[in-house]
């Protein structure tokens, strides 16, 4: 599965962003779906996940009351909608499929910047 963030780029304190993640190559109604995060200098961090149906979604403590994520199989996409950012929220956020707990393919990534 190939799959190309956009939506990154510079926002204020408090302010939102919504990444949207394109899938092809195959369709994302066979995956669990999540995005990570590499913060510089630090391991990349999980920060959202969904299962195949949509139904159960997961979130990162730091995170969790201000992201959803979600997927719209008839556009092929998974989106992050981030809320209330903070500048600890600056990072590569990179969309991943995820087999069997483990994320699998990565996009190329989108930077956002929080200040």
């Known amino acids: 599965v190939q799959l190309v963030e956009s939506g990154g780029g510079s926002v204020q304190v408090g302010g939102s962003l919504r990444l949207p993640c394109v899938a092809s190559?195959?369709?994302?109604?066979?995956?669990?779906m999540g995005w990570f995060r590499q913060i510089p200098d630090r391991e990349r961090e999980g920060v959202a996940g969904i299962v195949t149906g949509g139904g159960t979604q997961y979130y990162a403590d730091s995170v969790d009351g201000r992201f959803t994520i979600s997927r719209d199989h008839a556009e092929n996409t998974v989106y992050l909608q981030m809320n209330s950012l903070k500048p600890e929220d600056t990072a590569v956020y990179y969309c991943?499929?995820?087999?069997?707990?483990?994320?699998?393919?990565w996009g190329q990534g989108t930077q956002v910047t929080v200040s």
């Open positions: 991943v499929t995820v087999s069997d707990g483990v994320p699998y393919d």
């Open positions: 190559g195959d369709t994302i109604g066979r995956y669990c």
